[in-house]
């Protein structure tokens, strides 16, 4: 009797403490028991669903027990035909998809996906209103550094004016936590490596970068005055399947297969953090459920750009393993078993000579750092590349 009645006691205080877990922050969770059914799932916004980090976060978090509405205005910035792939193998199939309607996947069914562009401000107001988010994962953005010289106003239009409704919508319709991709662009000028967050980075050198850079300070700004809890993560050179066709591993593959030469920038002599896209989801997930919080070490003699007495943060996510881009272009060859034809040319204006992530923070505060080795991501890439379009 005494036994049972202790059983009772320990499952009674084991479920007030995952109850209290659930209420106060962040686990999505369902539990079974013989006489107890409790189903609290946590809804979550993902912009740019359609994209490349953003499919993979939606199947991460869906797995994980979310509730995800996906948003994507399928702009084409590069192939659709790629984006609605991306949304078909996530049960969302393009002739379905019509601007401003709901489609619930055929695979996952707590997985909604909505065509928005973020510049419609009713529109998003609309939703927030009906959906009541419990968290925003902002990734919806005009990427790219190069695009940035020819195409500069689709960078405010998407990049500030898009985070501005964003923000304005996590003011009125609060969120436990808002996180945003920003980039390791924003380090621009800043040689000193690896590149921390600790570090300024007042010196952008490709409009790209400056407005993800404005976001930062952006998001300070809300945390500050609305209390919003905001994290801007930086990615570095995010690869792996379904990749966007205008990025190196992409484009050299391409080229290598149909015997045609690659363009290698500043004649090779560059370097960069390549970091494997299942690790960044997994590292973004984990930060998600870690809202920011004022930081207790915040010095207003000594300001600290990675935090503040408001609820916000910056963090790196790369993976702090730096490769020569010519030993990329070799892990490229060494796979598809060919010699790539290279056609040196000088530096790209906008592009940074070399991106190392320093990861102290992330690993401190979610115990994440990404590991997957350069040749096993690029070998995974070509094997979803060779497969998708059958060469
Ligand atoms: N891939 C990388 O290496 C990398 C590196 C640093 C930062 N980032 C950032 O990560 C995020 C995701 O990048 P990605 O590589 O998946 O890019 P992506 O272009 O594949 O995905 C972005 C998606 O956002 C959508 N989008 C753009 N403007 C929109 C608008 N106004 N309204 C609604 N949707 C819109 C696009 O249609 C696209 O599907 C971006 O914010 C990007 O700047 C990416």
């Known amino acids: 009797m005494q036994n049972t009645d202790k059983i009772n006691n320990t499952a009674t205080k084991s479920y007030l403490v995952l109850l209290s877990l659930m209420i106060k922050n962040v686990i999505p969770c369902r539990i079974f028991t013989a006489n107890l059914y409790i189903s609290i799932t946590m809804k979550i916004l993902v912009t740019g669903t359609a994209g490349f980090i953003g499919f993979f976060l939606a199947q ?68 927030f209103e009906t959906e009541k988010f419990d968290y925003v994962c902002h990734l919806a953005a005009q990427a790219g550094v190069r695009y940035s010289l020819q195409n ?79 994290t801007g993560l930086r990615f570095f050179t995010v690869y792996g399947p379904w990749g966007r066709p205008d990025m190196a591993l992409f484009l050299f593959t391409r080229n290598i297969l149909a015997n045609k030469p690659i363009q290698v920038f500043n004649y090779g002599e560059m370097i960069r953090d390549f970091t494997y896209v299942t690790d960044i989801v997994e590292g973004v997930k984990r930060v998600i459920e870690h809202p920011a919080t004022p930081h207790p070490d915040w010095d207003a003699q000594n300001p600290d750009p990675a935090y503040s007495s408001a609820p916000y ?16 272009i070799h892990a490229i060859e060494k796979v598809l078993g060919k010699k790539a034809q290279l056609e040196k040319l000088p530096m790209q204006p906008g592009d940074v000579h070399a991106t190392f992530a320093d990861m102290q923070d992330l690993i401190e505060a979610v115990d994440y750092k990404p590991a997957t080795p350069v040749e096993e991501g690029v070998r995974k890439f070509i094997e979803w590349y060779r497969a998708f379009y059958q060469v």
């Open 60 to 127: 991460k978090l869906l797995d994980a027990g979310y509730e995800v509405i996906g948003l994507d205005n399928i702009n084409d910035y590069y192939d659709v035909q790629l984006k609605y792939a991306r949304l078909k193998e996530t049960g969302i199939s393009a002739d379905e998809i019509t601007e401003g309607k709901y489609i619930t996947s055929k695979l996952f069914p707590n997985y909604r996906f909505i065509k928005l562009d973020l510049e419609n401000e009713a529109a998003l107001r609309q939703l």
């Open 152 to 230: 500069p106003y689709t960078y405010i239009q998407s990049n500030i004016v898009g985070f501005m409704h964003l923000l304005e919508m996590a003011r009125h319709f609060p969120v436990k936590h808002f996180v945003y991709a920003s980039t390791s662009s924003v380090y621009g000028l800043n040689a000193r490596m690896p590149l921390s967050p600790h570090h300024d980075t007042s010196h952008p050198i490709s409009l790209y970068a400056a407005t993800k850079k404005a976001n930062e300070m952006m998001a300070h700004s809300y945390s500050h005055l609305f209390h919003i809890p905001t």
């Open 313 to 328: 943060r910056i963090y790196n996510i790369g993976n702090s393993r730096p490769v020569k881009l010519m030993d990329y």
